[in-house]
């Protein structure tokens, strides 16, 4: 029941459209000189008038490898340009798509046509078991891995819980491959609160959030979500998951890189636990086991 009034809740709150928090919002990390640069937006209220308006500035924060504040936050100008919607693709040219076949559906490597170059597709030999959403999708040299979402009826309707899944093949689509079932998200719209999938250690990484786990969590807004850090490896099948330190949302936009041997992840999160509330930028940083 309390888990069914966190989802209600939160189909209330988008019901009159989504609405990002005021504060810090919006993470982005980028890996430079081996460190890891965590860009943000915040809203500063600005007098206009006799009426106070409000803008968004951007500002930075560099970590080492290790999570030590290298350089404090500091405003970025211009502000960078980040994509903020979900992405099939971090490759020019190349798509994860999905595509009907005669068992339901299946996935698909496109190559997107370019001027001289006929448009191509790989069927990748992993199929989803019910209608799919691709989210957000990495590719390593060799590998590809990409996070979905499945569900029974309408993808918007928040009463109908829906899945994450996370799929490893090869980019070529020879090698045989997998998937496997994260949990079950929360989300924006139909859109998982997850981060894109990382390549590191023999083995793929993803922050997302879930719902927690006791009734006395659930009841407190500080407490009802949390942000977990899930490892896969494709040669073993073993899937772990771990509680990362600090206040999650449903209403978080995730990041996660890699360098040095380390994971850094990033996302916002309301302070009070109230929507849209007012945001601060959560990070939590993991040295990568041995394979």
């Known amino acids: 029941m309390l888990l069914q009034l966190v989802w ?19 993470p982005n990390i980028e890996v430079i ?9 915040a809203k500063e209220e600005t007098p206009v008038g006799q009426l106070r308006s409000q803008k968004n500035t951007c500002f930075r924060i560099i970590y080492s490898p290790d999570g030590k504040v290298v350089v404090p936050r500091h405003r970025v100008e211009p502000e960078p340009e980040f994509s903020r919607v979900e992405c099939r693709s971090n490759i ?3 798509v994860v798509q999905t595509k009907p076949s005669d068992e339901g559906q299946r996935f698909v490597l496109t190559r997107i ?5 006929p448009l191509q597709e790989t069927p990748l030999p992993v199929a989803p078991e019910k209608h799919a959403e691709i989210s957000t999708c990495t590719f390593s040299e060799k590998w590809l891995g990409f996070t979905w979402t499945d569900y029974n009826g309408n993808p918007g309707g928040q009463e109908t819980p829906i899945s994450l899944y996370l799929t490893h093949v090869a980019r070529d689509g020879t090698h045989q491959g997998s ?21 590191t250690g023999g083995r793929w990484w993803v922050a997302w959030v879930k719902a927690a786990n006791t009734p006395a969590e659930l009841q407190n807004p500080t407490t009802a979500w949390q942000t977990v850090l ?17 206040q999650s949302h449903w209403n978080a936009h995730l990041d996660l890189k890699t360098t040095k041997g380390w994971l850094c992840a990033a996302w916002h999160a309301s302070q009070d636990g109230d929507y849209p509330g007012v945001g601060r930028i959560i990070t939590a940083f993991k040295a990568v086991p041995s394979p």
């Open 8 to 26: 209600l809740g939160l189909a209330v709150g988008i019901a009159q459209g989504h609405q990002d928090p005021r504060g810090e919002s919006h």
């Open 33 to 41: 000189d081996g460190k890891f640069a965590i860009t943000f937006t």
């Open 92 to 94: 020019a040219g190349l």
């Open 113 to 117: 046509r370019i001027e001289g170059i």
């Open 179 to 199: 998937r496997i079932r994260l949990g079950e998200p929360a989300r924006i719209y139909w859109f998982p609160c997850a981060s894109p999938p990382v390549w």
């Open 230 to 246: 899930s490892s896969y490896d494709p040669n073993s099948g073993k899937l772990t998951e771990e509680r990362l330190p600090g």
